[in-house]
C-alpha cells in the first residue's frame, strides 16, 4: 500500500499544507459481479441500471463522488465477457479496458464466493501497464466467512502480483464500502475539482431516460431478447409555463419483426407496463409530468451499427481500438 493512503486522514479544513486530490477510478470485472450496485450506493442515487442479468451495463458511466479533501470520478465499465462477433459486445469489452487504462486506479470485482477464475486472471494480466489494481470481493452478505477466507487465500500468484489491495465488500449492504472509499485518495494525484459541487455525471439527461426505460424492458423480457434491443430517445422538451409537463419521445429498437410483437405484448399490455414503470421513475427522478410516447421499431443492424453505437451513447467515438 502507497504511503500516501493516510494523508487524508487528519482534519483537511485547518491544515493549510492539505492538499486536494482528484482523478478516476475505473470499477471493472466479469459481468454481474455488483459493479453498478457499487457505483450507486457510493452516489447514493441510481447513477447505473441494475438488472439480475449479465451485461446491462453497455457504456461507461461516469460518477462523481465528493469526499473530505478529494473528487472521486468513477467510471463505471461494461462487464469484461467474450464478446464474440456482435460490435457492440466488442465495444463493450473495449470501453471496459479503455477506461482502465484511463483510470488512476482500478477496482476489478469478483463475487467472493467465486474468488478470482482463471477468467479474473486472464483479464488482470491484460490490464497489466494499467494502474494500479484493487481486488474488490463484493458480496459478502451472502458468503459464509469460512468461504471467503478459503477464496482469499487461493489467489493465483500471478493474479496477487498485480494487485495493490484485497478489499471485501458488499454493495448492497453497504458493508466495508466506507473503508474502501477511504483508501481511495491515497491513489489519486493532486489536482482540481473537476466537477462542480452538485454535477453528480456527464451523461446527457436523454441517456438517462433511454436507460431508465432500458431497465424496466431488460427485467420484463426473458432470455435472449433485452440483448436484442436498445432505447433511443427521439425528443425530450418542455412545454412553455406554466405547464410543468415534459414531453418525452423514444423508440425501442428491435433487431427483427418477430421480436416487435414480444415486446409489445398482448393487446399491447407488455408495452404498456414497460412505459408506465419507466414514466413513474422519470417523473421521480425529473420532479415534473411526463408525457411519454414509446414506439418499437425494427432497426436490423443496429448493434453492429457503429454510428448508431455511438448515438446511442455506448461508446466513445474517439476511443482508440487499441484493446479490441
Ligand atoms: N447479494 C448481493 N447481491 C449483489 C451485490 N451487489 C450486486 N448484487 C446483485 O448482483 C446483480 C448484478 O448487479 P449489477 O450491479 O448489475 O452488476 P454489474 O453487471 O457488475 O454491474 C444484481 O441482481 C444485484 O442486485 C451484493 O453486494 N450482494
Ligand atoms: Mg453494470
Known amino acids: ?15 493549510a499544507n492539505t ?14 459481479t455488483g459493479k453498478s450496485t457499487f457505483l450507486n450506493r457510493v452516489l447514493g442515487r441510481k447513477a447505473a441500471i441494475v438488472t439480475p442479468k449479465a451485461q446491462t451495463t453497455r457504456g461507461r458511466v461516469l460518477g462523481v ?28 469489452v473495449r470501453t471496459a479496458y479503455e477506461a482502465c487504462r484511463e483510470a488512476d486506479v482500478t477496482l476489478y470485482f469478483v463475487e467472493a464466493g467465486k474468488g478470482v477464475t482463471s477468467e479474473d486472471g486472464e483479464i488482470l494480466e491484460r490490464l497489466n501497464g494499467t494502474g494500479p489494481v484493487i481486488l474488490v470481493f463484493n458480496k459478502v452478505d451472502r458468503t459464509p466467512s469460512g468461504r471467503l ?22 454493495a448492497l449492504n453497504g458493508r466495508n ?18 466537477y462542480p459541487a452538485g454535477q453528480w455525471t456527464d451523461q446527457p439527461e436523454s441517456f438517462i431516460i433511454a436507460e431508465v426505460i432500458r431497465e424496466k424492458l431488460f427485467m420484463h423480457l426473458r432470455q435472449e431478447l433485452p440483448y436484442a434491443l436498445a432505447v433511443r430517445v427521439i425528443s425530450w422538451s418542455e412545454r412553455s409555463p406554466p405547464s410543468r409537463v415534459r414531453d418525452l419521445e423514444a423508440h425501442i429498437l428491435v433487431a427483427r419483426e418477430s421480436q416487435k ?23 421521480k427522478l425529473f420532479g415534473s409530468p411526463i408525457f411519454m410516447q414509446l414506439q418499437v421499431r425494427v432497426e436490423k443492424e443496429w448493434n453492429g451499427d457503429p454510428r448508431l453505437l455511438a448515438d446511442l ?9 487499441d484493446y479490441e
Open 313 to 321: 451513447g455506448y461508446v466513445d467515438p474517439e476511443a482508440d481500438a
Open 261 to 283: 410483437g414480444i415486446v409489445i405484448g398482448h393487446r399491447g399490455e407488455g408495452l404498456k407496463r414497460v412505459g408506465a414503470q419507466a414514466r413513474q421513475e422519470l417523473e
Open 149 to 170: 477466507m478459503e477464496r482469499l487465500s487461493a489467489i493465483p500468484a500471478q493474479a496477487r502480483e498485480r494487485i495493490t489491495e484485497v478489499v471485501p465488500i458488499s
Open 65 to 92: 463522488c465528493e469526499r473530505p479533501g478529494a473528487q472521486l470520478i468513477f467510471l463505471d465499465t461494461p462487464g469484461i465477457h467474450d464478446p464474440g462477433r456482435i460490435l457492440l459486445n466488442q465495444m463493450m
Open 19 to 32: 492538499i486536494f486530490r482528484s482523478g478516476y477510478i475505473a470499477i471493472a470485472g466479469r459481468p454481474n
Open 1 to 15: 500500500m502507497r504511503e500516501s493512503v493516510t494523508e487524508t486522514s487528519g482534519s483537511p479544513e485547518n491544515d
Open 177 to 194: 464500502v466506507e473503508r474502501l472509499l477511504d483508501l481511495l485518495p491515497g491513489f489519486l494525484p493532486e489536482g482540481p475539482r473537476y
